[in-house]
């Protein structure tokens, strides 16, 4: 009843930037928390950023100062702004929604930073 597409991810060179977007469709009411996770090869799956619709932005250690989530409610999207990225940041990108009670997940995109 909800779908997540990710979009923006991509090949970059260490210190370059990439903007990720996920849009929500279907049933787009009750929507509170929106974020996005990561998953390196060979570790598990790590919050980056988290948006609630009241309150503060979460943001994890490593990537404070360089991402900046937003999102906007009207077209039912959220944002990561990527900045200064590092080889570290590499993995794939899923974004998360919240609605009521439930999470709900994207399939995923992938973002590669070279050295």
């Known amino acids: 009843q909800v779908q997540l597409v990710e979009s923006g991810g991509g090949l970059v060179q260490a210190g370059g930037s990439l903007r990720l977007a996920c849009a929500v469709s279907?049933?787009?009411?009750?929507?509170?928390?929106m974020g996005w996770y990561r998953q390196a090869p060979g570790k598990q799956r790590e919050l980056v950023a988290e948006?609630?619709?009241?309150?503060?932005?979460n943001y994890a250690d490593s990537v404070k100062g360089r991402f900046t989530i937003s999102r906007d409610n009207a077209k039912n999207t959220v944002f990561l702004q990527m900045n200064s990225l590092k080889p570290e940041d590499t993995g794939v990108y899923y974004c998360?929604?919240?609605?009521?009670?439930?999470?709900?997940w994207g399939q995923g995109t992938q973002v590669t930073v070279s050295s």
């Open positions: 948006i609630p619709s009241g309150g503060s932005t």
């Open positions: 279907g049933s787009t009411s009750g929507i509170n928390a």
């Open positions: 998360k929604v919240e609605r009521w009670w439930t999470d709900y």
